[in-house]
Nanobody, 124 residues
């Protein structure tokens, strides 16, 4: 059974860093692209695409607001995708989800498999 599990969220001050992990089970990471999405407070019906890494790992995409601050990587041997988040801002506060799909896009509907999410709060 294909499963995704996020971890690494928490409370951090503005300017701080967090590293999110997405552990995959039931499949290998070379079979799916893995995207990170977030749902901000007050936007419970919207999942915003943040970043994605392709099946091969050779291609990544980032939302404009996180370029230069967030980095997505993966470790195929560990079956884990990471999202390193630096220079965090209060507007990055959200529940962060990882999802598995065929190709990297920022359309949540393109991803059939989702984790449960991890809360990231950026506040002083």
């Amino acid at each position: 059974q294909l499963q995704l599990r996020e971890s690494g969220g928490g409370l951090v001050q503005p300017g701080g860093s967090l590293r999110l992990s997405c552990a995959a089970s039931g499949f290998t990471l070379d079979r799916y692209a893995i995207g990170w999405f977030r749902r901000a407070p007050g936007k419970e019906r919207e999942r915003e695409g943040v970043s994605c890494i392709s099946r091969s790992g050779g291609s990544t995409i980032y939302q404009d607001s996180v370029k230069g601050r967030f980095t997505i990587t993966k470790d195929n041997a560990k079956g884990t995708v990471y999202l390193q988040m630096n220079s965090l801002k209060p507007e990055d506060t959200a529940v962060y989800y990882c999802a598995a799909g065929w190709d990297c896009t920022f359309r949540a509907s393109d991803y059939p498999h989702w984790g449960q999410g991890t809360q990231v709060t950026v506040s002083s």
